[in-house]
Nanobody
Framework: QVQLVESGGGLVQAGGSLRLSCAAS????????MGWFRQAPGKEREIVAA????????YYTNSVKGRFTIFRDNAKNTMYLQMNSLQSEDTAAYYC????????????????????WGQGTQVTVSS
């Protein structure tokens, strides 16, 4: 079992930047594909970005392409989400998730495809 802890959320003005971190412990981090999800009040949890075990494969939802970057440092057991040009629509609780993968290039984009979740970190963008 892997434990995930998010950090880096906060209040930022529109146009600003934040970097979220997801620290993993308990198992070999490099065996897990990872993802960032977000959930706004009254809305379903949605994929933001996903990354394969090695980091070679990445996915972004259309609304964040060109603004957000997902990356990971397997030596530090940590995944990141660099968020630039933040908009009020990005306001949500952000969650990291992990799934054990046998293929190094695979990533997942549906919540049901992930077995492990962090507790979330709040991102609030003021306009």
């Amino acid at each position: 079992q892997v434990q995930l802890v998010e950090s880096g959320g906060g209040l930022v003005q529109a146009g600003g930047s934040l970097r979220l971190s997801c620290a993993a412990s308990g198992r070999t981090f490099s065996n897990y594909a990872m993802g960032w999800f977000r959930q706004a009040p009254g809305k379903e949890r949605e994929i933001v970005a996903a990354i394969s075990r090695t980091g070679a494969g990445t996915y972004y939802t259309n609304s964040v392409k060109g603004r957000f970057t997902i990356f990971r440092d397997n030596a530090k057991n940590t995944m990141y989400l660099q968020m630039n040009s933040l908009q009020s629509e990005d306001t949500a609780a952000y969650y990291c998730a992990a799934n054990l993968e046998s293929l190094s290039s695979t990533y997942r984009i549906l919540p049901v495809q992930y077995n492990y979740w962090g507790q979330g970190t709040q991102v609030t963008v003021s306009s």
